[in-house]
Nanobody, 111 residues
Framework: QVRLEESGGGLMQAGGSLRLSCAAS????????VDWYRRAPGKHREWVAG???????NYADSVKGRFTTYRDNNKNTVYLLMNSLRSEDTAVYYCNIAHNWGQGTQVTVSS
């Protein structure tokens, strides 16, 4: 069984930065891609970014150029560095590995 734990969320002013972490237990981490999603209040879940097993990232247009995701396979952890935060980035952020979800971490950006 895979357990995922996101952390690093919080309250930040617009223009600021946060770094989210997704720590995974279990042995599947290095063999799987990891995706980040978010759900804003009243909206559907949205894919934000993903990273392949080889560390190749992809981003949604809404965050491209502002967010960076990278992985440390030695620590079974994936990170999402979020720069130039906007109020519309306010959401609960989740990571997903092989159809397993974490509990999410709240990001709130004040304008």
């Amino acid at each position: 069984q895979v357990r995922l734990e996101e952390s690093g969320g919080g309250l930040m002013q617009a223009g600021g930065s946060l770094r989210l972490s997704c720590a995974a237990s279990g042995s599947i981490f290095s063999d799987n891609a990891v995706d980040w999603y978010r759900r804003a209040p009243g909206k559907h879940r949205e894919w934000v970014a993903g990273i392949t097993t080889r560390g190749r990232p992809n981003y949604a247009d809404s965050v491209k150029g502002r967010f960076t995701t990278y992985r440390d396979n030695n620590k079974n952890t994936v990170y999402l560095l979020m720069n130039s935060l906007r109020s519309e980035d306010t959401a609960v952020y989740y990571c997903n590995i092989a159809h397993n979800w974490g509990q999410g971490t709240q990001v709130t950006v004040s304008s």
